[in-house]
């Protein structure tokens, strides 16, 4: 079995079609065919459903797609890791985060691309949840949770520590209260994130501890989305105070305290503990220290222990 093999087994799985995945490798559409052959009898099973017509992949197909897709990005790490030896004047930063902690990636990316304008940077966009799988599927490199996850298998470093907001329009007749108790909130409609997190059940536990309702009449799909629904006078919010900073700064919405939901959040920078990090990374978290040391709290640069 080659690489070379499953590159053009993985182009006919995506094109659905011997002749598109040709044009795309430029290549004849007999050698496509042979090359599947080959890959068939390497493997001894037949990958794809000749019947269907229409490229669909047997049990088999299914199973090797999702294999050839890990062999092909270790390849691409690999030669990406190689180029990279020359310099950092080229190279590529694979990073992850969610809507909430891509804010904390902008401004440490601001310092990384003043000091590296050479080096290209994306983001992928993932829930928080699922950013351990992704790294161990090797899709990028670092990623940002608010979690601590599995000690064994990944090094996690803490890099800002975040609170929770109770958010309120200006207009609102909390907007003057300064601090409030949970039980004053038991009438108030909150707009809510759709996405199940392990911060809305600790919102949700804290109204059913202190027997209040919690009255989540409008759900959102994004941050931005709440914000802009209660600054418009639309009930209110609990939201990381990291994604109002501008809002509150400018008077758009208004923070109220609230005595029993003092909710403390670590964002931390993780990696594969056994991955060989490229430079473009290794400099990246040298320009997170960098940030940290600079600012000062709620900036941190602590590499958490294993055990």
């Known amino acids: 079995m080659e690489l070379a093999q499953l590159e053009t087994f993985l182009a006919v799985a995506e094109e659905r079609s011997f002749s598109r995945a040709a044009a795309r490798l430029h290549r004849t559409q007999p050698a496509v065919s042979q090359t599947i052959r080959k890959l068939e009898e390497a493997v001894g099973e037949t990958l794809l459903d000749r019947a269907a017509h229409d490229g669909s992949l047997t049990a088999a197909g299914e199973l090797l797609r999702d294999y050839a897709g890990r062999l092909l990005a270790l390849r691409r790490e690999a030669a990406s890791a190689l180029d990279e030896l020359k310099s950092l004047e080229r ?18 990316m601001d310092g990384f691309r003043r000091m590296y304008p050479h080096i290209s940077v994306t983001v992928h966009r993932t829930l928080a949840s699922r950013v351990p799988e992704q790294l161990n599927l ?33 207009g609102h007749p909390l907007a003057r209260a300064g601090r409030v108790s949970i039980n004053d909130l038991g009438e108030e409609v909150f707009i809510a994130h ?26 959102l799909p994004t941050i931005e989305a709440i914000k802009r629904f209660v600054a418009m006078g639309n009930g209110v919010a609990l939201l990381p105070h990291l994604t109002v900073v501008r809002e509150l700064e400018t008077g758009d919405l208004v923070r109220v305290k609230v005595n029993e939901l003092e909710v403390r959040r670590v964002l931390r920078l993780v990696h594969r503990r056994q991955a060989t990090l490229s430079y473009a990374a290794r400099a990246f978290l040298g320009t997170v220290k960098e940030l940290a040391r600079e600012q000062g709290p709620p900036f941190y640069y602590h590499v958490e222990r294993a055990g």
Do not use: K, W
Request: charged share 20%; net charge positive; proline share 5%.
């Open 194 to 219: 759709n996405v199940a997190s392990p911060l809305r059940r600790r919102v949700i536990e804290a109204f059913q501890r202190y027997r209040t309702p919690l009255n989540m009449g409008i759900e």
């Open 138 to 170: 090797r899709t990028f490199e670092l990623g940002v949770i608010s979690f601590r996850p599995d000690a064994a298998q990944f090094r996690s470093i803490a890099v800002y520590a975040d609170s929770l907001d109770f958010i309120v329009s200006p």
């Open 91 to 108: 190279g590529r930063l694979q990073l992850a985060a969610n809507e909430y902690t891509c804010l904390y990636l902008l401004q440490a």
